[in-house]
């Protein structure tokens, strides 16, 4: 077996914690999947003596978390942290020009810096993986670099945000209003106190970005997305629609035009045999229509530890069989 | 940019021709999506003189295709003959005994020869990609070896005969009899003359001996499956499922049990806001629950030339990326 790939990990919030503790109680399976094994060398973290349920006395802690790419003996950085700017983003930047791993799951941060982060890839010969970025647990970024590779992509659109999914649908069977359930949300922890990204649309449009750029072009960004929220939807429309044997859901959709691309996130009438009509809840779903496959829809958890865990663990993985 | 990547191609039915269309009318994208020229340097088929709408005419013509592989300067092949023995198996092992990647979606042949093809796979280090051999456009063998990486994988089922569901969709939509939607289907050219492989039940189980050998064990063989078709379903039960909010699909499964592993494929009621019920006509669909990520759907065009043609592709630009 070839020698273990010794990672540096930022943050140990929820996603961080959950990818610690798989890393750690599932060593013996990743190595088998991996074909060496995968150890946490270091990391970095806000609070050292918080209890978080996974024990990292093997690894050494680092206060600043951007020293950690430039520590001897780590082979590749996993950015757990968030926030587009700050320590993450002096982190990416590290990691990339000492010509190390990125593996990261900060949509902001990917959204905000793009050219610049994957020039630095570029020069460096430094992969960023970015899986857990977008759709959490669905593997929509390896199914468009690489599954999907041989295709001319037409179309991408889906649900992307669990949050107003779950609002829609549940005002859709329940005929709860909108403020209602949005509150029971917020109660519950599916939504933020502060509702806008989500309701708003522009968590949608910052995912759409991301799968944009894959999709056509790295120049898509998310000024070019007309952007319409949630917040007008009432329990009438809902119901006006299923007379008419359809649903309402928060649509992203980027699409080839004669000129250019039609980028956009709304509310959008499906008809209910619609791949998309059947995604409740706070699933993810995203449908991409190209040449000459046709159409794949992938469903999936779309946010949470796990899902996310998941996708942090598939990009650690390929780095570790590819490097 | 690299060398290109040479390939030895067996086989020009509907398949290969539209492999061989798509290399050649999209040669520049195929070659940036690959980071080099992806060329079809030799061809094999048993009528050279049939016109197949493709100019191959650079491509050097042999006789026997078990003679590809031995080929000076073929970096690779692509055997899409069919068959589980003859030419496609001592192709498989001449390619792979020479240390070059086989990319194959011969189903019959994997299923009946798997672990000598293995074998001389992990000996001769010669990769064998078979995207193409399940569930046609869906990229599930991606999404199981890659995408899904780090995950223990605890069931696994779907709808992997489209000819099967194209019959049940359509008898639940138009109360028509199973004998009649059949011979449509025959007329149609959805299903063949003979049908028993795929009402039966067994082209299903095929698929599900390759999935559950991915997910669980490579022991898994399609004996251990209990396999149970869909001649005997009546439109009398489709629509008493329906009464109940339930369809009716053909579902194959592999779970994990406390002792081993259910293997079945049988017809199933499922409810109608069950994500594998919406899958209507020749569409597959496969449902993967899995630890940390919890529960995942792919769903798309099982089989034709196009989406066929586009796992063929992805495996190709996966050997061009990385030998």
Chains 1, 2 share one sequence.
């Not at 894959?214 to 007379?243: P, Y």
């Not at 309402?248 to 691309?261: D, N, Q, S, T």
Request: hydrophobic fraction near 45%.
């Amino acid at each position: 077996m070839k020698s273990p790939l010794r990672l540096g990990l930022a943050g140990l919030g929820t996603v961080g914690a959950e990818v610690a503790r798989q890393i750690i109680e599932h060593q013996d399976m990743l190595a088998v999947q991996a074909g060496r094994p995968i150890v946490i060398a270091a990391v970095s973290a806000r609070d050292p003596k918080k209890n978080r349920n996974v024990d990292l006395s093997a690894a050494a802690w680092v206060e600043d978390p951007v020293q950690l790419a430039m520590r001897p003996g780590i082979d590749a950085v996993v950015e757990l942290m968030g926030g587009a700017k700050g320590a993450a983003y002096h982190l990416a930047q590290s990691t990339l020009s000492t010509g190390k791993p990125l593996i990261t799951a900060n949509k902001g941060m990917l959204a905000a810096h793009w050219n610049e982060l994957f020039d630095m890839s570029a020069r460096y010969s430094a992969p960023i993986m970015f899986e857990a970025s977008v759709c959490g647990g669905i593997p929509v970024i390896k199914v468009l670099r690489e599954g999907l590779s041989g295709n001319r992509i037409t179309r991408i659109e889906g649900i992307l945000n669990g949050t107003c999914n779950y609002i829609l649908s549940t005002m859709d069977a329940t005929g709860r209003s909108f403020a209602d359930v949005l509150a029971e949300a917020q109660a519950k922890g599916y939504a933020e106190a502060d509702p806008t990204l989500d309701v708003d649309g522009w968590d949608a449009a910052h995912k759409l970005t991301i799968l944009g750029k894959l999709a056509f072009d790295a120049s898509v960004t998310t000024e070019q997305i007309a952007v319409t929220g949630i917040r007008s939807i009432t329990t009438a429309d809902l119901k006006g629609a299923r007379e008419d044997g359809m649903t309402i859901r928060l649509v992203a959709r980027a699409e080839k035009a004669p000129h250019g691309l039609n980028l956009r996130v709304s509310p959008m009438h499906l008809p209910l045999e619609h791949p998309l009509a059947a995604v409740t809840g706070a699933m993810n779903a995203v449908t991409i229509k190209a040449e000459p496959v046709d159409v794949c829809t992938l469903i999936g958890p779309g946010a949470g530890a796990g899902p996310t865990a998941s996708a942090v663990l598939a990009d650690i993985i390929d780095i570790a069989r590819k490097i």
